[in-house]
């Protein structure tokens, strides 16, 4: 069982001091998945800058 699963199964016990511990690591996960979609997406974009010069039409 993860950390988030349990935190939240506290949260739902009524356990308030559980919600300090959930916010950064969910804080932490978005960071992650943001900074890879934004490294995909240069990745992605790149061939294409290239062509956007040669050919602005």
């Known amino acids: 069982m993860s950390d ?3 935190i ?3 949260i739902d016990a009524g ?3 559980a919600l300090q511990e ?3 690591l969910v804080c932490d996960e978005l ?3 943001a900074a890879q979609r934004m490294r995909r997406e ?4 790149a061939p294409r800058l290239p062509h956007t010069f040669m050919n602005p039409d």
Do not use: I, M
């Open 4 to 6: 988030v699963t349990k």
């Open 15 to 17: 356990d308030c001091l």
């Open 8 to 10: 939240l199964g506290r």
């Open 42 to 45: 240069r990745c992605a974009s």
């Open 31 to 33: 960071r992650q998945l």
């Open 22 to 24: 959930l916010l950064p």
